[in-house]
């Protein structure tokens, strides 16, 4: 089946730009995430989503950062007044966690957006 | 969670067996041990995950210590698709964050 796409997959954009990524999650995942990795290094956790639960947004860098998810389906990563340091790949990852719980839920990730800040 | 330690960089021949060493040596009783790989240029992958006993799937197996303080990530022959950075991650079954902390990995490389 379809797994985790994102879009775009690639992003060029000035310093001050605001930009918005998107995720399509596997169908019927309850659980997604929003990761960010910069260039070398491992991955950063942003935010989580959990069904109806208020998301985890403790991984967030700075309040130019959100995110939104409508039910269980997209969600859009926004970064507003774009700077230099933001540039990197955001991964976005989706699971089923309902059936196993958080301990063992699989993580299924998209092939990432490559953000560059000009 | 508790914080695994990796080394940074292993090489293996190909068609040869590699092991992938990861410590956690503060790990707790609820901790279980989770395995993902990178590819070039894409997202992560599930491996493989474990609580105590040694476990096995198509991909790979998982030794897990005694003592649960350290744990080898065993592929059986590597291939130049095995090429990738690997992660032992370790997540807390009480934890009520459920995303994956990635430290830096283990970059392996596969020789021809």
């Known amino acids: 089946g379809a797994g985790v796409s994102q879009s775009p997959s690639n992003k060029v954009t000035e310093k001050g730009k605001d930009v918005e990524l998107r995720c399509d999650p596997i169908?019927?995942?309850?659980?997604l995430y929003w990761y960010r990795q910069r260039l070398g290094q491992g991955l950063e956790f942003l935010i989580y989503?959990?069904?109806?639960?208020?998301?985890?947004k403790s991984g967030l860098p700075s309040d130019r950062f959100s995110a939104e998810r409508t039910g269980e389906s997209v969600s859009t990563l926004t970064i507003q007044r774009t700077q230099q340091e933001d540039s990197a790949v955001y991964l976005c990852?989706?699971?089923?966690?309902?059936?196993?719980?958080?301990?063992?839920?699989?993580?299924?990730f998209g092939p990432g957006t490559r953000l560059t800040v000009l | 969670d508790a914080k695994t330690t990796q080394p940074n960089s292993m090489e293996s021949n190909e068609e040869e067996p590699v092991h992938l060493p990861c410590n956690h040596s503060?790990?707790?009783?609820?901790?279980?041990i989770h395995w993902y790989r990178q590819l070039p240029s894409q997202g992560p992958e599930y491996v493989i995950h474990?609580?105590?006993s040694n476990v096995n799937n198509r991909m790979a197996s998982l030794a897990i210590a005694e003592d649960r303080k350290s744990s080898t990530l065993i592929l059986h022959r590597a291939t130049l698709r095995d090429a990738a950075v690997y992660y032992c991650?370790?997540?807390?079954?009480?934890?009520?964050?459920?995303?994956?902390?990635f430290g830096t990995g283990t970059r392996l490389t596969v020789i021809p």
């Open positions: 990852a989706s699971s089923d966690w309902s059936t196993s719980g958080g301990s063992t839920d699989t993580q299924y």
């Open positions: 169908s019927g995942h309850t659980a």
């Open positions: 989503f959990q069904g109806n639960s208020a998301p985890d």
């Open positions: 503060t790990i707790s009783g609820t901790d279980y």
């Open positions: 474990g609580l105590t």
């Open positions: 991650i370790l997540r807390d079954v009480y934890s009520g964050a459920n995303n994956l902390f």
